[in-house]
Structure formats: C-alpha cells, structure tokens
C-alpha cells in the first residue's frame, strides 16, 4: 500500500526572477556573441557550446514553475519515482523534469445508475444512490487503483447491489429493517461498506443515501395492487375491530342503567344492526318501528 509523502516546493516568484534574469543574460550573450565575434569561426564555436546550451537550460528552468488552487494537490514523480505530493496552494517551482500529474481533493458527487436487482426476497427492484466522496490519501489514489474515479464508481455500483441483496424493499419479519422503512440505518450501512471498499484507493466516502426506490416496472402494477389490497384490509380492521368495542359498550351501558331488557335474539338483531351501520361504506338510512319491540 503506497503513502503520501508531503513534499514543500520552493517559491515560484523567486524563481522565477533568478530564471527570467537567466534567459535574458542568455539572449544577450547570443546577441552579443553575433556581433561582437571576432572571426565567423570562433562566434559560431562560441555559440554552440556556451550560449546556446544556456538557452536551453533557461527555458527547461522556466518549465518548473506551476500553480495550485485551494483544495488540490500535485504528486511529483522523477522518471517513475515518486517523491511527494505538493498541497499547498499557490504558485511554485520544482524540478523541471517532475512530473506533476493534478488531484483534486475537492469533494464530489457521484450518482450511480438505476440498477435493476432483487432485494432480499426475490422481488425485482430498480435502485439507485448518490455518494458523496473525496481523496484523502493522493499516493493510494495514483498508485494503487487503476483510475481512481472509475474505481469508485465500480465500487459504489457493487456495494448498491450487496444492499439490495440484503435487505427487503417493503415487507420484513416483524422488527426487520427494510430498504423503505429502515432508510437511514440503510443509509449508514452502505456509507460504512464504501468506506471499506474504497479505502485502498485512499477515498474518504463523506456520505451516501438512497435516491431512487422502486419495485421493477414489470411487477409495479401487481405490487401497488398488493399494497392498496393490505391497506383495504387494515383499514377494515381497524374499523371492526371499533365498531365491535362500540357495539359492546352499548349493551354494557343499556343492562348497566337497565334502560330496556333484551333477549339474546333481539340482542343479535341490535348487534346486527349496529355493524351494518358502523362498518358500512354508505350512509344507512334508519325505519323506525312504531309498533312494540316485538311487533
């Protein structure tokens, strides 16, 4: 596993002066050595061996300067080896014949595709995240991974599907998290997996949350229905389960004042009754007996 090494570059106005004063004595000594030359053989020996060389170092000089934004970073590798990575910001100077390939340590935005995978129970879902990441290490993300952004990209891709694999989209045991009712510890269980897996490639993972959660659409119909069908029954659950209390605390509170006596056929008669009009959908509309009771 590689590690980054801080690296300190010179400043690049200093040497900048020191260079330019170089090129420019450079240029002169060309110009002065065309004219003042004694013979054509000796001008022209001069030239090629002193002045000309010098030329060029100064200008190879003047390629060592480079420029670094807040929040980026340069490694600086000589002929493959790798010597450090410059994070200050500002403008610099170093060895010309570094190489100094840019990092940004910026944090990033990656959303990943809607994957179409089967959660827990074989249902087939569509799924997708956004990760929020940054490098943190500059030497692991160069030299460990291929291409670091693709690599976290793959990553993310293969840690969505182990979630969907994991959890169920909607219907669990009881106290079972699920990809819908559980979304922030669901949430904090794929931030933690990319943590892991993209570790090696010196990528902190800030955050990461679902953005898209869905049944498949070749079963989205069949499942919505599912949905409003247990939604109807709890519904009429609920309701039963009140109008049997109301029911009951009516004839309690009938043989409690002894308001009227009923036998158990015109006890059943009055739950009856009472049933159809607190659980059914429409409004019921009452006949009054104005004859006995029994009549």
């Not at 100077?93 to 100094?100: G, H, L, R």
């Not at 990092?103 to 935005?109: D, Y």
């Not at 179409?116 to 160069?142: C, H, M, S």
């Not at 909607?170 to 998290?177: A, L, R």
């Amino acid at each position: 596993m590689s590690i980054e090494k801080r690296l300190t570059a010179q400043s690049g106005w200093s040497m900048l002066g020191v260079n330019l004063a170089a090129l420019l004595a450079s240029i002169a000594a060309f110009v002065g050595t065309c004219i003042l030359g004694k013979t054509v053989a000796q001008g022209f020996l001069l030239l090629l061996i002193v002045v000309i060389p010098a030329i060029v170092v100064s200008i190879i000089l003047l390629c060592g300067h480079f420029t670094l934004e807040p929040n980026e970073a340069r490694a600086m590798l000589l002929f493959g080896d790798y010597h450090g990575t410059v994070r200050d910001s500002g403008f610099f100077w170093a060895n010309p014949f570094y190489s100094k390939p840019r990092i940004s340590l910026r944090s990033r935005n990656m959303e990943t595709q809607k994957l179409k995978v089967n959660d827990k129970r074989g249902n087939p879902i569509e799924i997708a995240a956004v990760v929020v990441w940054r490098v943190e290490d500059t030497a692991q993300a160069l030299f460990d991974v291929e291409k670091y952004e693709s690599y976290v990209h793959v990553q993310s891709e293969s840690a969505l599907r182990h979630l969907a694999n994991s959890y169920s989209y909607d219907h669990g045991e009881e106290g079972e998290i699920t990809l819908r009712s559980g979304m922030e510890e669901v949430s904090a269980t794929l931030q933690n997996e990319l943590k892991e897996r993209l570790g090696k490639a010196g990528v902190v993972v800030e955050e990461a949350r679902l953005t898209h959660l869905a049944y498949a659409p070749e079963i989205a119909g069949a499942m919505l229905r599912r949905q409003q069908a247990e939604a109807i029954i709890a519904a009429r659950t609920k309701i039963v389960h009140g109008a049997v209390s109301m029911v009951q605390m009516a004839l309690d509170e009938l043989a409690e004042k002894q308001v009227v006596e009923l036998d158990n056929e015109r006890k059943a008669s009055m739950v009856s009754n009472l049933l159809v009009v607190l659980c059914g959908e429409s409004e019921v509309t009452p006949v009054v007996n104005t004859g006995t009771l029994y009549q």
